[in-house]
């Protein structure tokens, strides 16, 4: 988007709507799919959809798109390791419960 | 914060460099968070079904309409934010007591919620929940620790805000300079994305 700005741009009242109403409609999606067994896809499905509800969040509600980049940065590296801590741990547990 | 003033009145300030403290103690906060989503994940491996049982306890309803709750008042905290650069200052008023407002609305339903559990004996160290199984009393536990953290994050925002508002009717968050609320806007927002998550992990496991 805008790169090297000084100033901050600003969103319209029209996004922050349309998001919202994105947000509700994911959740009635979420409740709506939570009744439907797909087996160990089920809380895959439930994680997906908060991902989503939580991007839109973070880029438009928290302005991380009008930001400048090192902002995003900072948010994938503390993602990262995030993650990196619940794979390991999961290789770890999922060993432990087998044996 | 260095406040040095200059003869023209030129107040020094850094909105970026605030932001990113803001965003920086955030990260603090998934640590915070991170530590108890990884305590639930690992439970919920070892403890599939007595999960799925002890969920049912939990009112569906009334977590969807706190989720429902919590999503408008982002809503009119971002347009809270908007108002006040466009310098609409009785608007971005306006819109910051809603978030209040449905800040304690949140906290009023929990507060049913938790007393009806109450009410069913399952609250942390009760004969009724001690009786369950092991994993039921982990869930609920958890239950109890992760909300509740999110509950006291709910009030202190509310709180967050309020001074925020004051500073807004006095003059010193300005269309030039709303820095604060912007920070304030933040911490709702995380407080928002730990319920989204916080929702289908607790009510939606059936």
């Known amino acids: 988007m805008h790169k090297d700005e000084t100033h901050q741009h600003m969103h319209g009242y029209g996004i922050y709507l349309l998001v919202w109403m994105g947000l509700l409609t994911l959740t009635g999606v979420t409740v709506a799919v939570a009744g439907i067994n797909f087996g160990a896809l089920t809380i895959a499905t439930a994680l997906i959809i908060a991902s989503i509800k939580s991007y839109l969040v973070l880029t438009i509600f928290m302005h991380l798109r009008i930001e400048q980049r090192v902002f995003r940065i900072f948010l994938v590296v503390a993602l990262f390791f995030f993650i990196i801590s619940i794979v390991l741990l999961f290789a770890d547990y999922s060993f432990l419960i087998k044996s | ?206």
């Open chain 2, 1 to 206: 914060m260095n406040t040095q003033e200059h003869a023209v009145s030129h107040v020094h300030r850094d909105d970026i460099a605030s932001r990113m403290g803001m965003w920086l103690f955030l990260f603090t906060e998934l640590l915070l968070f991170g530590g108890m989503f990884f305590l639930y994940s690992v439970y919920r491996f070892m403890n599939a079904e007595e999960f799925h049982v002890a969920a049912k306890e939990l009112n569906t309803l009334i977590g969807c309409f706190n989720t429902a709750i919590l999503l408008t008042s982002s809503l009119t905290m971002a347009l809270s934010i908007t108002a006040i650069q466009k310098d609409n200052k009785r608007l971005s008023i306006l819109f910051q007591v809603i978030t209040i407002s449905l800040a304690l609305g949140f906290m009023v339903n929990k507060y049913f919620e938790w007393t009806t559990k109450f009410d069913h004996g399952i609250y942390p160290g009760s004969d009724t929940l001690l009786a369950k199984e092991p994993g039921e009393i982990l869930f609920f536990g958890l239950y109890y620790v992760m909300t509740g953290l999110h509950g006291l994050h709910v009030v202190i925002g509310a709180v967050l805000i309020g001074v925020m508002t004051r500073f807004t009717i006095k003059g010193v968050i300005t269309k030039d300079s709303f820095v604060k609320l912007e920070a304030a806007g933040l911490y709702w927002h995380l407080v928002d994305i730990i319920w989204i998550f916080l929702f289908p992990l607790f009510y939606l496991i059936t």
